[in-house]
T-cell receptor, first 115, second 113 residues
Framework: EPEVTQTPSHQVTQMGQEVILRCVPI?????FYWYRQILGQKVEFLVS????????KSEIFDDQFSVERPDGSNFTLKIRSTKLEDSAMYFC?????????????FGPGTRLTVL | AQSVSQHNHHVILSEAASLELGCNYS??????LFWYVQYPGQHLQLLLK??????LVKGIKGFEAEFIKSKFSFNLRKPSVQWSDTAEYFC???????????FGTGTRLTIIP
């Protein structure tokens, strides 16, 4: 069964450093998403991406964040200058295959720890 | 803006007990409703979904949920839980035609053998 994959599984970085989180969505999906879950809190929407552009973003997704689909298979989330409060689990998801399947399939997540 | 409430933060049950987890949402328009499960150390998996039609939906592993539009609720049920159902359960909603999923805070379910 096809699945969303994410790398790395755990990323530790120093405050102020740039990080890139990588995702490979399910191959025929058209919509891509990033969510995050701070420890003990709810899963929060960050951004959705369709047709090579951002279709919606939350207030969390400020200028420090960017997304890219560089090569038709990977979908990346970049945090330019990490802050302590960026420590969280980051989930990638994809949806919308050729059959118009609206449910989102999630990857295993990347745990980001900012020191 | 849509929001989702899950009032049970932690539920502890014995095996074979019946389960009902509450989920209420607030949004005035048409919604799609989901329950996701996160087993320890694993990623979010879809348990079941409601888009339209029969308000009683059946999902994997014997779970079902009922959409009651008048109560803005989508409660998850299982008649007889197993130890392997120990996990975190998340209710989520998106507005029809909108991709963003809004999650509830989750309910941690612990099943005692």
């Amino acid at each position: 069964e096809p699945e969303v994959t994410q790398t790395p599984s755990h990323q530790v970085t120093q405050m102020g450093q740039e990080v890139i989180l990588r995702c490979v969505p399910i191959s025929n999906h058209l919509y891509f998403y990033w969510y995050r879950q701070i420890l003990g809190q709810k899963v929060e929407f960050l951004v959705s991406f369709y047709n090579n552009e951002i279709s919606e973003k939350s207030e969390i997704f400020d200028d420090q964040f960017s997304v890219e689909r560089p090569d038709g298979s990977n979908f990346t989330l970049k945090i330019r200058s990490t802050k302590l409060e960026d420590s969280a689990m980051y989930f990638c998801a994809s949806s919308g295959g050729l059959a118009g399947v609206p449910e989102q399939f999630f990857g295993p997540g990347t745990r980001l720890t900012v020191l | 803006a849509q929001s989702v409430s899950q009032h049970n933060h932690h539920v502890i049950l014995s095996e074979a007990a019946s389960l009902e987890l509450g989920c209420n949402y607030s949004y005035g328009g048409t919604v799609n409703l989901f329950w996701y499960v996160q087993y320890p150390g694993q990623h979010l998996q879809l348990l079941l979904k409601y888009f339209s039609g029969d308000p009683l939906v059946k999902g994997i592993k014997g779970f079902e949920a009922e959409f009651i539009k008048s109560k803005f609720s989508f409660n998850l049920r299982k008649p007889s839980v197993q130890w392997s159902d120990t996990a975190e359960y998340f209710c989520a909603v998106n507005a029809f035609g909108n991709e963003k999923l809004t999650f509830g805070t989750g309910t941690r379910l612990t099943i005692i053998p």
